[in-house]
């Protein structure tokens, strides 16, 4: 396995491309993508090998819509990673507040935390 499965995705995308083995229409790579996602949400039933077979096509086929969209997915994931770290800090901010574990409102409270700093940070700009 390869050290970095999104570089080698990226890789293995773009020797496609030229050899005009690519996607031709935006429109048709957010249908793969959603078919993508059914079948993984079919496969999510079926063991683990399947679900990671299928969770496999559809990273491979979100690097594929960041490369014709013109975003380095690896750039978007640190992105992400590092937003849900600055919401759910929020959260554990407020943990001492938070019903207890096992209790069904927890969940809605924290709920409500992280849209209170998704909605921070939107005011921030």
């Known amino acids: 396995m390869t050290s ?7 890789r293995l ?13 935006l429109d048709e790579l957010w249908d793969k993508l959603a078919e993508e996602v059914g079948e993984l949400r079919e496969a999510a039933g079926e063991g683990r ?3 990671e077979d299928e969770l496999g096509d559809l ?4 690097v594929n819509l960041a490369r014709h969209l013109g ?3 690896e750039r ?5 990673n590092a937003k849900f ?6 959260v554990l901010k407020h943990l001492p507040e938070l019903p207890p574990p096992g209790d069904p409102r927890r969940l809605e409270a924290m709920e ?3 849209q209170q700093a998704k909605q921070a940070e939107r005011a921030k700009g």
Do not use: C, I, K, T
Not at 13 to 25: I, K, N, S
Not at 85 to 90: I, L, M, Q, V
């Open 112 to 114: 409500e935390y992280w």
């Open 71 to 73: 975003v380095d997915a």
């Open 49 to 51: 090998d399947r679900s």
């Open 59 to 62: 990273l491979f086929m979100a």
């Open 85 to 90: 770290e600055r919401r759910f800090g929020h």
């Open 13 to 25: 995308q773009l020797e496609a491309a030229e050899l005009e083995f690519d996607w031709r229409h």
């Open 4 to 10: 970095n499965p999104l570089r080698e995705a990226l």
């Open 76 to 80: 978007a994931l640190a992105r992400a």
